[in-house]
Structures are given as C-alpha cells and as structure tokens.
C-alpha cells in the first residue's frame, strides 16, 4: 500500500518542485525579438500605441506600476515581476505609457564584471542582426539602429569603469512619444 502512494505521490512531488523552481528562472531576452519582418522595431507582438490593459491581457507577464514621482498622469512606467537574462546578465522589463499608449520596452542590466566586453559582444550582435548603429557620446556611449514607422533600437551605457556599467536596452516609437 505504501508503494502504491509512493509512485502516485512521487511524480506529484517533482511536478510541484518544477513548478516552484520555474518561478525563480528567468526568461531569455531575444535579441532577435526587438524587430518585426517590416523593419519596426518593438517588442515581440506588444504593437506600439496599445494602452496598457491590452498589453496586460495578452502577455503572460505581471506587472506592477513604478513609481517614479511623476506629477503628469498621461506618462506612467510598468515594470515586470519576471527577470530577463541576456548573456548571462540579468534585469526587469519596463514598459512606458504616454497618454495611455505604449511608447518604450527596456531593460536596465547592471554589469559588475567585464562590462566593456559584454557591451561590445551585444552591440556586435545587434550589428550583425540590423546593419551598423549608429555611436554617439562623450564618456558615455550610446548606440541606436533607427527601425521603419518612426521606431528605434537604442543601447545606452553608463560606464562606471571598463569593470562595471548601466546598460539599458530599449525599443521605442516617436510616434506615441510624450510630447508627440
């Protein structure tokens, strides 16, 4: 009888183990993923200019609203509960609403080890999936790919040192841009 139990209890176990564990894993950001068959450049299927309850609906992601001090109400910021790893670096989704609009996805990775080498590594991969970006900065650098219908791929890095950096990674429309 206890054997009976054992086998029946066993695989239930394990399911609720992996399940438990699956929480604490994160997503891998596609770099791949940043850009539509037409050259726009947005977050898989999260269609610039969607308000913020549609994108709720169809992702299977969780949100909650961050508070950045803002006094408008027209510009408001979701970060996601579930961490994204790229090479190994990880970070949260933030999503950015204009007048209830999508307008910019980006990730924020704090680099503490090799920051100069990662960067390069992903600006590397992200020339050989869109053509060369463009570089600007002074101390700073800042790379960006401009997409069609207004929209652009930028990485932004805050260098601390060749050791340590600020990466943000982000797809944005001017279209539904504060201000636009």
């Known amino acids: ?4 139990y054992a086998t029946v209890l066993l695989p239930l176990i394990l399911l609720a183990g992996c399940a438990f564990n699956g929480e604490n894993q994160s ?8 850009c ?6 947005q977050y898989e299927d999260f269609s610039w200019g969607i308000d913020a309850e549609e994108v709720f609906k169809q992702s299977s992601l969780k949100f909650d609203e961050k508070d950045l001090g803002q006094t ?8 996601s509960e579930e961490e994204f790893s790229l090479e190994n670096e990880k970070a949260n989704m933030d ?16 680099i503490e080890k090799d920051a100069k080498e990662w960067i390069q590594k992903e600006v590397d991969e992200l020339n050989s999936l ?20 207004n ?30």
């Not at 539509?36 to 450049?41: A, G, L, N, R, S």
């Open 72 to 79: 408008k109400d027209s510009a408001k910021t979701y970060t």
């Open 95 to 110: 999503l950015e609403f204009s007048d209830d609009q999508l307008n910019q996805v980006s990730f924020t990775f704090e």
């Open 1 to 4: 009888m206890k054997i009976r």
């Open 27 to 34: 997503r891998e950001l596609d770099l791949k993923g940043l």
């Open 130 to 149: 869109y053509g060369s970006g463009e570089t600007t900065g002074l101390g700073n650098q800042i790379y960006q790919w401009k997409g069609e219908q």
């Open 151 to 180: 929209t652009v791929l930028q990485v932004t890095a805050f260098s601390k040192n060749d050791e340590k950096a600020t990466v943000i990674l982000s797809v944005a429309s001017f279209e539904y841009s504060v201000g636009s």
């Open 36 to 41: 539509t068959e037409e050259q726009v450049f």
